[in-house]
């Protein structure tokens, strides 16, 4: 059975591996950061060490990867490039569905990560490197990108498409057939009714521009 590394170390990274060691029944070998981030040995009693260490000493037919890095602030920036690293070292990167998610129907990638209680609707796509995390609704025949974050009670309505390296924040609503760019940040709690341009940022709510003279105040 190949060893299970975890990139990251954060508290994102450490639920990843409870969810991965409970659904693939197989321990985690390690955890890897960068050498600027490792600041002590282990985490929760499993090792913490160096990704290049790792790299430069693991066979890549001998383990796999769960990538536990969420940096919304730069907008999956962080994630896609260790994404990247892996893949130039020929590292392959594993995913997961728990079991109690609902995914009939669904196209998943075989690196996405899909929590327990989430609903992946029917004729949906999540692309690689994704997590739709805990409780998060994916409707019917919607497209989300590589190296994307689905928030923990989230609602995606159907026909939607999301682009790469967007998060979605906790309890964010998305209407049926929206379109969402790429590296776009929805936060906790948003209502996107209307398109969201690459890049764009969205903390309440986000709705169609008015037309103009569609609110007009009537003429006398």
């Known amino acids: 059975?190949?060893?299970l590394i975890v990139a990251g170390a954060g508290s994102w990274a450490r639920s990843l591996a409870v969810v991965a060691q409970r659904c693939l029944?197989?321990?985690?070998?390690a955890y890897a950061v960068?050498?600027?981030?490792?600041?002590?040995d282990t985490v929760d009693g499993?090792?913490?060490r160096e990704i290049d260490e790792v790299l430069d000493s693991e066979d890549p037919s001998t383990c796999e990867w769960l990538v536990g890095i969420v940096d919304y602030r730069h907008r999956m920036k962080g994630r896609a490039e260790i994404v990247d690293r892996l893949h130039a070292?020929?590292?392959?990167?594993r995913g997961l569905v728990d079991p109690s998610a609902c995914v009939d129907g669904a196209s998943i990638d075989p690196s996405t990560l899909v929590f327990g209680g989430a609903i992946v609707g029917p004729g949906a796509s999540i692309g690689p490197m994704t997590a739709v995390v805990q409780g998060a609704i994916v409707s019917h025949h919607t497209t989300v990108g590589s190296c994307c974050?689905?928030?923990p009670g989230t609602s995606i309505s159907g026909n939607v498409t999301i682009g790469a390296r967007t998060f979605v924040g906790?309890?964010?609503?998305?209407?049926?057939g929206v379109s969402i760019g790429s590296r776009c940040l929805i936060g906790a709690g948003a209502v996107v009714l209307a398109d969201v341009p690459d890049g764009t940022v969205v903390v309440d709510r986000h709705e169609p521009t008015p037309r103009r003279g569609q609110n007009a105040p009537p003429t006398s």
């Not at 906790?170 to 049926?176: E, F, N």
């Open 34 to 40: 960068d050498r600027e981030h490792r600041d002590r």
């Open 89 to 93: 070292r020929g590292h392959s990167i």
């Open 149 to 151: 974050y689905v928030g």
């Open 170 to 176: 906790v309890g964010a609503v998305v209407r049926d």
């Open 1 to 3: 059975m190949p060893l």
């Open 46 to 48: 499993i090792p913490l």
């Open 25 to 29: 029944e197989s321990p985690i070998a």
